[in-house]
């Protein structure tokens, strides 16, 4: 049989993956929505940041960690990172027999719902803005709306250093974020796993008018739809598991790890590829 496909079942874990510690904002949503469910997650924690990479380096790493979280026998994968969503999509559904959600569909359904003005703007790593994938996604569900992008690199490093709330980090919004503000947007994706720990500098830049849209609970939501839909879920009474693993544990990895889950993180683990 061929080991990726072995049988998982109601009790398994939901795998959710990154690139790093940023999808942890995406467990802690499950966690608080789902509570008697068991998590497995992976962190590429020695290979991040995937953003600047190229398409072939992330689609294989992507097919490295699907392959890693399926012969855990997990029920449901949640690919929590915007970047592979973006350019590793297609690989990993044509390799899993579980359902896979992925944060770029969440996203561009809460936006496309919430936007009056038709203009929705969308943030992210250079790679996830390259794909084109959310303007894609926005476009299947609504091909009126006009979608302005802007890839800011430069988040992603500031939040890993802490300066959530740094003038560097204002300034840097600010202008990132000019070209947007040229348009009459009142919806922004936050189309990367790092940017809602940034959202009150991106509120102060952008102003109260423009909603920012966070995939983190819309995931979630769409979880528990699935595992309902499938016969999937784990009785409330079931107490969970929860399993982090690493690539590898850099300097500061506890502290940056708690601030994006929002509690202690327990029972990390390093594993190989
Ligand atoms: N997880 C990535 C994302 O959501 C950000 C970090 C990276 O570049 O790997 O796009």
């Known amino acids: ?29 499950v966690m608080e929505r789902l509570p008697s469910e068991s ?19 992330i689609v ?6 699907t392959e890693f979280l399926l012969r855990k026998r997990v029920k449901l994968l949640i690919v929590a990172c915007n970047t592979m969503s ?34 929705v703007a969308v943030i992210g790593t250079p790679a996830t803005i390259e794909s084109n994938a959310y303007v894609k996604a926005i476009h299947r569900l609504d091909p009126a709306i006009r979608v302005v992008s802007q890839a800011c690199a430069l988040f992603v490093p500031l939040v890993e250093e802490g300066w959530l709330d740094h003038p560097i ?10 070209s947007i ?6 919806s922004l994706v936050l189309g990367c796993t790092h940017y809602p720990l940034i959202k009150p500098v991106i509120r102060e830049v952008v102003g109260n008018r423009v909603q920012l849209v966070d995939s983190a609970e819309a ?18 009474s079931a107490l969970p598991e929860y399993r982090f693993c690493v ?25 190989q590829l």
């Open 181 to 186: 503000l040229q348009h009459p947007v009142d």
């Open 86 to 119: 973006a350019v590793a999509l297609e690989v990993i559904r044509s390799m899993s027999p579980v359902p896979v959600l992925d944060v770029i569909h969440a996203g561009a359904k809460s936006a496309a719902e919430a936007t009056r003005s038709g203009y």
């Open 247 to 271: 690539t590898d544990i850099p300097l500061r990895f506890r502290t940056i790890g708690e601030r994006f889950l929002g509690r202690s993180l327990s029972s990390v683990e390093v594993v």
């Open 169 to 178: 980090t204002k300034l840097t919004a600010k202008e990132y974020l000019r």
């Open 39 to 57: 998590i497995l997650y992976f962190g590429d924690t020695a290979r991040v940041p995937y953003g600047v990479k190229s398409v072939e380096t």
């Open 60 to 65: 294989h790493f992507a097919g490295q960690i």
């Open 1 to 29: 049989m061929n080991p990726l496909q072995g049988a998982a079942d109601r009790s398994s874990a939901i795998g959710v993956f990154d690139s790093g510690v940023g999808g942890l904002t995406v467990v802690r949503a």
């Open 219 to 236: 995931m979630a939501q769409e979880a528990e739809r699935v595992l309902q839909e499938r016969g999937l879920s784990r009785p409330s």
